[in-house]
């Protein structure tokens, strides 16, 4: 089992960034993909990133892909989710999850990942 705990989240302006961290413990680390999903009041859980084993490959949602840039370091069992160029329609929780499931389209579904963060809130103001 492996726990997730979410940091870095705080209230910026509109073109500002923030960098989010997820430090993780338990089970080796490098044997999880890890994903970034957000999820904004009324609105269902969306993909924002996620990163293989090794990250070597990466992937991102559309709408992210140029602002946001998911990094890990598997010697300090943390991933990253750098935010720039924040819109106030990035406001939302901000979780990250992770899963031994082989990195594929899948990981932009919620569905393969087996453990999840508390969150962490991003408020872009206008």
């Known amino acids: 089992q492996v726990q997730l705990v979410e940091s870095g989240g705080g209230l910026v302006q509109a073109g500002g960034s923030l960098r989010l961290s997820c430090a993780a413990s338990?089970?080796?680390?490098?044997?999880?993909?890890m994903g970034w999903f957000r999820q904004a009041p009324g609105n269902e859980r969306e993909f924002v990133a996620a990163?293989?084993?090794?990250?070597?490959?990466?992937g991102y949602a559309d709408s992210m892909k140029g602002r946001f840039t998911i990094s890990r370091d598997n010697a300090k069992n943390t991933v990253f989710l750098q935010l720039n160029a924040l819109k106030p329609e990035d406001t939302a929780v901000y979780y990250c999850?992770?899963?031994?499931?082989?990195?594929?389209?899948?990981?932009?579904?919620?569905?393969?990942?087996?453990?999840w963060g508390q969150g962490t809130q991003v408020t872009v103001s206008s």
């Open positions: 990163i293989s084993r090794g990250g070597a490959v990466t």
């Open positions: 338990g089970r080796t680390f490098s044997s999880y993909a």
């Open positions: 999850a992770a899963t031994t499931r082989l990195f594929n389209a899948a990981v932009r579904t919620t569905a393969p990942y087996d453990y």
